[in-house]
């Protein structure tokens, strides 16, 4: 199989990013959000949801659904955890991963309905 060298390259940059995610990771741990109140609770709704069923084969689109539903799961266990509600608002630790998943989902979403 042919690889090109933009995809070289972009192996290259990945790995990169992955150093600097290594570097970084001793640095921060986590940041202190804002969340709606509705949003917090939806969250938490996720986290205590039992998901019985058994993964199979999943299409791309299908694994990154569930991915981004477990990362919800994971804010609301850190809302469940830390959450402190505040005038309407729920303030929460969460981990830069779970800030990073959500702010990724944003673009990801946004590619899935169209």
Known sequence: MHVSEEYVRYR????????VGRQLAGQVSRVRVTLSREVAEAAVAAW???ELGVVGEETVEEFALRDMAAELALIGSAVTE???PQDGQVVVDLGVVQV???LQAVGQVRQLER
């Open 100 to 102: 990073g998943a959500a």
């Open 48 to 50: 205590e949801r039992d």
């Open 12 to 19: 290259q940059d990945a790995q990169l990013l992955a150093e």
């Open 82 to 84: 830390r959450g402190v």
